[in-house]
């Protein structure tokens, strides 16, 4: 997707930081609050937040909510489309970078840790001795923050210390049927749904009756599958729609309409506006 009008990582370097490199940024809550951004936009950098405080917040990431409380570990890559709260203040450290900042280092594992992927579980909670080990390294990061070769050693080790924290996460859980689905489905529907937007191919992919796959989705998420294709492809939509220039006809195909108006008839009755009047609003 080409003609991006808006860079969220060059929005903050321009506006909310000062002094440092184009590869890394770090942020923290005031950052947030001072420059939040009202619309969903899709990343190009990839992004490690955790949060300490007590306060609690929400966040759609990849079109799924996610709750943000104490130990929250946060993690989105490039393409992913997330929108914050507006008042979200709660304590946390958030590292913005690129994989030029891994130059030194074999960087190709980014683009296969699942929790940068879109689709993957972005938002894990954490018990309080990782997040102190995690502050320790954002700690890090900021004493060296003028020194690059140093920063991105210390990325580097993150991420190793991230793959574990996940690893340990999902050993922690004891999944049920309907939770594997549910988080299969996402994983799933985030790969497909440009190519596929009906509800058997899903259904077919996980092995199981559309009805069936329906009735776990409405339990665990409140929507049917087809509703969530739908909000999927909306929430991508409004991506598109706010951070792009392309026409409304182009995003109907990129988005794998063959008829503009079906794209438009859909987001109208989802929104309540055309897709031109949600691009046009402040």
Not at 98 to 114: D, G, M, Q, T, Y
Not at 145 to 171: C, F, Q, R, W
Not at 218 to 242: F, P, T
Request: net charge neutral.
């Amino acid at each position: 997707m080409q003609n991006k009008t808006f860079n969220y990582y060059k929005f903050l370097q321009d506006k909310a930081v000062r002094n440092f490199t184009s590869d890394y940024l770090l942020l923290n809550a005031e950052t947030y609050e001072a420059y939040q951004i009202d619309f969903p936009f899709r990343a190009t950098f990839y992004g490690i937040g955790i949060n300490y405080g007590a306060e609690t917040s929400t966040c759609k990431i990849g079109s799924k909510d996610y709750f943000i409380g104490q130990g929250s570990l946060i993690t989105i890559g490039p393409g992913i489309v997330s929108q914050w709260q507006n008042d979200f203040n709660t304590k946390n450290e958030t590292l913005l970078f690129n994989e030029n900042i891994l130059k030194e280092f074999n960087f190709s594992f980014l683009k296969k840790l699942p929790f940068f992927l879109p689709g993957g579980n972005h938002v894990v909670q954490i018990e309080s001795g990782e997040v102190e080990k995690l502050l320790l390294l954002f700690s890090g990061i900021k004493a060296f923050i003028n020194h690059p070769d140093v920063v991105s050693a210390m990325i580097y080790g993150m991420l190793k210390y991230l793959y574990e924290l996940h690893t340990k996460s999902l050993h922690r859980q004891d999944l049920s049927v309907s939770e594997q689905v549910t988080w299969k489905f996402n994983e799933l529907l985030a790969k497909y749904f440009i190519e596929h937007k009906s509800v058997n191919f899903y259904a077919s992919k996980l092995n199981i009756t559309p009805k069936y796959l329906s009735e776990i989705l409405v339990e665990s998420m409140g929507k049917s599958a087809k509703e969530l294709i739908n909000d999927h492809i909306l929430w991508e939509a409004k991506s598109c729609l706010k951070q792009t220039t392309m026409t409304i006809q182009e995003i109907s195909f990129w988005l794998g309409f063959e008829e503009p108006s079906y794209f438009v008839r859909m987001f109208k009755k989802s929104e309540g506006i055309t897709p031109l009047a949600y691009r046009n609003a402040v």
